[in-house]
């Protein structure tokens, strides 16, 4: 009997291991939302910025790449439910003579801990506080 519920145990933490869901492996680029929308998630929620030109890739190894535009980030990233967990790994600059000689001596930092996305059918929704304390916004739909 003990052996039946080791069994079972095993079988269901291997279950809740998340590989990369099919579906979400891909590339996504931001929407430019339109003036309608700008102004509701302005007003209404009260969000100061809306991020476009970015691109991020989910690999199906549960690595990523997103490209900002002055960035390119690698890591690993997994989900849970309808969230998407990104571990930054590396950050640097995507011109090449910055990311040699470095932007007044300074080079990007990696971002610190575990950012979470929210997705939804084919889009990636970001949302987090800069570090002004801006809110910022972006939506990321499949290419």
Same mark, same amino acid.
């Given at each position: 009997m003990k052996r039946r519920i080791y069994i079972?145990?095993?079988?269901? *933490?291997?279950? #809740?291991?998340?590989?990369?869901?099919?579906?979400?492996? #891909?590339t &996504?680029?931001? +929407?430019n939302p339109s003036l !309608?929308?700008?102004?509701?998630k302005t007003l209404a929620e009260g969000y100061d910025g809306f991020i476009t030109g970015s691109e991020l890739e989910l690999n199906q190894d549960s690595t990523f790449q997103e490209t900002t535009c002055g960035? !390119?980030?690698? #890591?690993?990233?997994?989900?849970?439910?309808?969230?998407? *967990?990104l571990k930054y790994e590396t950050n640097k600059w995507r011109n090449d003579s910055l990311q040699q000689n470095g932007f007044r001596?300074?080079?990007?930092?990696?971002? +610190?801990g575990v950012?979470? !996305?929210? &997705?939804? #059918?084919?889009?990636? *929704? *970001?949302?987090w506080e800069s570090s002004e304390g801006e809110k910022i916004y972006a939506v990321l739909k499949k290419k």
């Open positions: 079972l145990l095993i079988y269901l *933490f291997i279950l #809740g291991c998340s590989a990369p869901k099919k579906d979400l492996i #891909g &996504y680029a931001s +929407e !309608v929308k700008k102004a509701w960035n !390119v980030l690698t #890591g690993q990233w997994y989900h849970k439910n309808d969230t998407i *967990f001596g300074r080079w990007p930092k990696v971002p +610190e950012k979470k !996305v929210k &997705y939804n #059918g084919n889009k990636i *929704f *970001f949302q």
